[in-house]
């Protein structure tokens, strides 16, 4: 079982729809998940962060995270066009001051005009 | 925000040469940085844990022989691939969180290095 698990993709959303993007993870020790955005060529960029079970909320953008179900999800409303990307699940595997954190392989998201 | 800066952004090199990639963090101190390598459309694999002051922290497979990381600094690592070959060109990413923020804080992505090996 991989670590972090993500549906690959790729996700069609027509263009101010909602997209919703969801993560498994597998230990259950993790203590802090991350969504990042990544275009093609590039660095992932930081969209949003998440700690304790519920949602957070960030403009456009919902993190839910149930700990129980070890789920964590990505909610985008009034999708863009310049939303499409890949959108990569990470999670700090380990409480401790060096901790790694671990990718899944990513969503690819396509919002259709 | 915090700043991570990764130089070069591309390099071209023969097979058999070596190549050093910076990895700087402009605005915080970083006891850890991070190295990670993506091939085409494949996610981010952890390489290595970089440590300040001590040796880094190879993850399974990847040989730390091949794949120098030195920590000489808070504000500096760097990665030398050495005798590269063909198969590592990939994308060399670098990852550092602030020392100063929350141990589970974000990390912050350098731009990333493309190499290529002919």
């Known amino acids: 079982q991989k670590e972090v698990e993500q549906n690959s993709g790729p996700l069609s959303v027509p263009e101010g729809a909602i997209a919703s993007l969801n993560c498994t993870y597998s230990d259950r020790g993790s203590q802090s998940f991350f969504w990042y955005r990544q275009y093609s060529g590039k660095s992932p960029e930081l969209i949003m962060f998440?700690?304790?079970?519920g949602d957070k909320e960030d403009g456009r953008f919902t993190a839910q995270l149930n700990k129980a179900s070890q789920y964590v999800s990505l909610l985008i409303r009034d999708s863009q066009p310049s939303d499409s990307a890949t959108y990569l699940c990470?999670?700090?595997?380990?409480?401790?001051?060096?901790?790694?954190?671990?990718f899944g392989s990513g969503t690819r998201l396509s919002i259709r005009p | 925000g915090a700043v991570v800066s990764q130089h070069p952004s591309r390099v071209i090199c023969k097979s058999g040469t070596s190549v050093k990639i910076e990895c700087r963090s402009l605005d915080f101190q970083a006891t850890t940085m991070f190295w990670y390598r993506q091939f085409p459309k494949q996610s981010l694999m952890l390489m290595a844990t970089s440590n300040e002051g001590s040796k880094a922290t190879y993850e399974q497979g990847v040989e730390k022989d091949k794949f120098l990381i030195n920590h000489a600094s808070l504000t500096l690592s760097t990665l030398t691939v050495t005798s590269a070959h063909p198969e590592d060109s990939s994308f060399y990413i670098c990852?550092?969180?602030?020392?100063?923020?929350?141990?589970?804080?974000?990390?912050?992505f350098g731009n990333g290095t493309r190499l290529t090996v002919t």
């Open positions: 990852s550092a969180g602030d020392r100063g923020a929350l141990d589970n804080s974000p990390l912050h």
């Open positions: 990470a999670v700090n595997m380990s409480p401790s001051s060096a901790s790694k954190i671990i």
């Open positions: 998440i700690y304790s079970n």
